[in-house]
């Protein structure tokens, strides 16, 4: 089946830098979404970003889906910007199931 | 739109006990979804439905039931709570139209067996 892989695995941040996060996928996908899951376990959706770029904020997204990656720009980070990033695809069929990345955990310091 | 809503927001359970986890959108989606995801790890699909009347298992459905007699709920059922259990549970749903196929999640369901 297809893989997400995302890149680094964990990152941390002096409060004011900029960050790339990666997503890899490995096969054609429909959709993707990245999600921040805070430090008290909610998930909240970033982006909903199946081809493009979107920016919400500081933050921002590209979606290649010819290529197969998506990148989440972080800019002047902050510490509530803390906490699990994931990305996951969406898979056409009958069950549309979404397929998760492992996530990057990412710490700001003030 | 409360959008989608889970209770309870935490639970102890005793080995052997059993529990309900609710779970209601107001959005008139046809797919909702059950997650677990364990401390530091990614989330896994338990089961899912397509529609009322209609579920399937995930990757992950041992331990749990699911029903879906209405388009808004999607209660996950626990028989026999077990240590393995222990988990943060989400609850999401999407409409199932292919143009728009982003998520919803609810806040969670952080449920701890002992």
């Known amino acids: 089946g297809i893989q997400v892989e995302q890149s680094p695995p964990d990152l941390i941040l002096q409060e004011g830098a900029n960050s790339t996060l990666r997503c890899n996928f490995s096969?054609?996908?429909?959709?993707l979404q990245w999600f921040h899951q805070n430090p008290w376990g909610q998930l909240i959706n970033l982006f909903y970003?199946?081809?493009?770029?979107k920016q919400n904020g500081r933050l921002s997204a590209t979606t290649v889906a010819t290529e197969r990656y998506s990148l989440l720009y972080i800019s002047s980070s902050q510490t509530t910007d803390s906490g699990v990033y994931f990305c996951a695809v969406f898979v056409a069929g009958n069950n549309r199931k979404l397929i998760w990345g492992l996530g990057t955990s990412l710490a700001v310091n003030p | 739109n409360a959008g989608v809503t889970q209770t309870p927001k935490f639970r102890i359970l005793k080995i052997g006990q059993s529990m309900t986890l609710q779970c209601t959108q107001d959005m008139n989606h046809n797919y909702m979804y059950w997650y677990r995801q364990d401390p530091g790890m990614g989330l896994k699909l338990i089961y899912y439905?397509?529609?009322?009347?209609?579920?399937d298992k995930g990757e992950v459905p041992n331990g749990y039931n699911v029903s879906r007699s209405t388009t808004e709920d999607f209660p996950l059922r626990l028989e026999l709570a077990a240590p393995s259990q222990t988990s943060v549970y989400f609850c999401?749903?999407?409409?199932?139209?292919?143009?728009?196929?982003?998520?919803?999640f609810g806040p969670g369901t952080r449920l701890t067996v002992l």
């Open positions: 439905s397509v529609g009322a009347g209609i579920t």
């Open positions: 096969d054609s996908v429909n959709n």
């Open positions: 970003i199946p081809s493009g770029t």
């Open positions: 999401a749903s999407f409409q199932g139209v292919e143009k728009d196929n982003e998520q919803f």
